[in-house]
């Protein structure tokens, strides 16, 4: 028998890099990164903050807004807009380093649906940024109406470290602008007592630190997904049967969002109960719309009754989705996705929504918008798993 003690392994010398190889996320840590924080702001102003440089790639921007009021009085507000606060911005574009626009969407969409739909910033009930520890509703009947806080991203990355900007370069950096909508379009008919709100904007940065010691990029950089709000044409009268054309697609489609609005702009459900939608005339979806419900509920838990009855993460009216991230299972997991059945699409793609008929319409007609999440990739698309 041998009497040769074991000898345990000693402990690697501390160090800040991996061994050489392997994929970019393995050299590179993640950050997060202070952009700026401005107070202030007055309701329909315009921020247009230049971008400091950060050493590394950007996988997704951190949005923060605070509305802040002391009343000299209690003050009560009358039926905020549906779609508020998140409609406090009337209109948000980033731009990459070259000028290229990645964004260009109202409030609403960027700040809510992009955040529920895109698979780029949690999941399940957390995708619906009201249930984050940072929301606050607007404060109504106190001496502090007017009042709120929101958070939201604007995500990059959509799949892992794909879709990143690189922002160490403080030469050339990506653009973003907000502009802000009136105290009137956000908190309805305007009170002349009281103290009108002012906003706070921060904006912070998730990113991947430029990798120690190795020459190493991230996989099919230059790579982007880029976010548009399409209206669709012609009109839809109520109980109408029509057929809706969606214009300018391009690129690989993940993310597909429709919302139906009226004469009013608010969203309404008066979907067809079977819909059709077609791409270059072949009927790519026809189901009834319980269905599509389902589906949402499968895919986000968008819409999915919870414990005793709760709906965790409620549907937004007028809101329907379909995702091509779930190439892996029925649920959209986020970043982990191979795009196989990323939806290809050119400029001369023609996308209809077909209602027999559509539903009933007060203030007629409604418009369907489509916000459409679009892969441009560099050279090819990256499919497949792989070390990233």
């Not at 990355?157 to 050339?172: H, N, P, Q, R």
């Not at 105290?183 to 904006?203: D, H, K, Q, S, Y």
Request: net charge negative; hydrophobic share 45%; with cysteine.
């Amino acid at each position: 028998m041998s009497n040769t003690a074991t000898v345990a392994t000693p402990a690697l010398a501390q160090t800040t890099s991996q061994p050489a190889g392997g994929p970019f996320i393995r050299h590179s840590e993640p950050g997060k990164a202070r952009i700026y924080d401005l107070t202030n702001i007055a309701y329909g102003g315009l921020v247009n903050q230049p971008l400091t440089a950060i050493p590394g790639y950007v996988s997704a921007f951190r949005l923060y807004f605070k509305s802040t009021a002391t009343q000299t009085a209690t003050q009560g507000l009358g039926a905020t807009v549906a779609d508020a606060p998140f409609n406090c911005v009337q209109l948000i574009q980033l731009f990459d380093a070259l000028g290229t626009p990645i964004y260009a969407l109202p409030g609403y969409e960027a700040l809510f649906l992009v955040p529920m739909f895109s698979g780029g910033f949690g999941l399940s009930v957390n995708t619906d940024v009201r249930n984050l520890p940072s929301y606050s509703a607007i404060a109504s009947g106190t001496a502090f109406a007017g009042q709120f806080t929101f958070a939201s991203v604007i995500p990059l990355e959509f799949s892992k470290g794909i879709g990143v900007l690189g922002m160490a370069d403080g030469s050339t950096l990506p653009k973003l602008t907000l502009q802000f909508n009136t105290v009137t379009t956000v908190f309805g008919t305007a009170i002349a007592a009281w103290t009108t709100p002012v906003i706070e904007f921060r904006l912070n940065a998730d990113f991947y630190w430029l990798p120690a010691g190795a020459a190493v990029a991230p996989p099919g950089l230059g790579s982007t997904r880029q976010w548009f709000l399409q209206q669709g044409y012609p009109a839809v009268a109520s109980t109408a049967t029509a057929t809706v054309t969606i214009p300018r697609q391009g690129g690989w489609l993940d993310t597909l969002i429709f919302e139906l609005r009226d004469s009013t702009n608010a969203r309404l459900d008066a979907w067809p109960l079977i819909l059709r939608l077609k791409i270059d005339g072949i009927g790519e979806i026809e189901t009834n719309i319980d269905e599509v419900y389902d589906d949402m509920a499968i895919s986000w838990e968008v819409g999915s009754n919870g414990p005793a009855g709760t709906v965790p993460v409620p549907r937004p009216t007028g809101v329907i989705a379909f995702s091509r991230k779930t190439s892996l299972g029925r649920q959209v997991l986020g970043l982990l996705d191979t795009y196989e059945v990323a939806m290809s699409t050119s400029a001369g793609t023609a996308m209809s929504v077909e209602g027999a008929p559509w539903g009933t319409i007060s203030n007629s007609p409604a418009t369907l918008n489509a916000l459409l999440g679009q892969v441009i990739p560099s050279g090819a698309l990256i499919q497949g798993l792989m070390e990233v």
